[in-house]
């Protein structure tokens, strides 16, 4: 019975640890890429893809062209 309750304590303790760590571990790699700013404007020698504003109109004549 003592070596049953035993090895429950000693399960119980490491998935805690295990538990803390992979917690611990999440945060430091969600505090990284928070850093990181996605939506900066391009640099080198980027393109635009559409040089000027179209009209509504023509807005929907391509995407049903395009089938989305």
Same mark, same amino acid.
């Given at each position: 019975?003592?070596?049953?309750?035993?090895?429950?304590?000693?399960?119980?303790?490491?998935?805690?640890?295990?538990? =803390?760590?992979?917690?611990?571990? /999440? %945060?430091?790699?969600?505090?990284?890429?928070? @850093?990181?700013?996605?939506?900066?404007?391009?640099?080198?020698?980027?393109?635009?893809? =559409?040089?000027?504003?179209?009209? /509504? %109109?023509?807005?929907?004549?391509?995407?049903? @062209?395009?089938?989305?």
């Amino acid at each position: 019975m003592r070596t049953i309750l035993w090895d429950t304590m000693k399960i119980f303790i490491i998935f805690t640890i295990c538990t =803390f760590l992979f917690y611990y571990g /999440l %945060k430091l790699l969600h505090r990284e890429y928070e @850093q990181i700013h996605r939506f900066d404007p391009p640099q080198g020698p980027a393109v635009k893809v =559409f040089e000027s504003q179209s009209k /509504l %109109k023509e807005r929907f004549h391509i995407i049903f @062209q395009q089938g989305e």
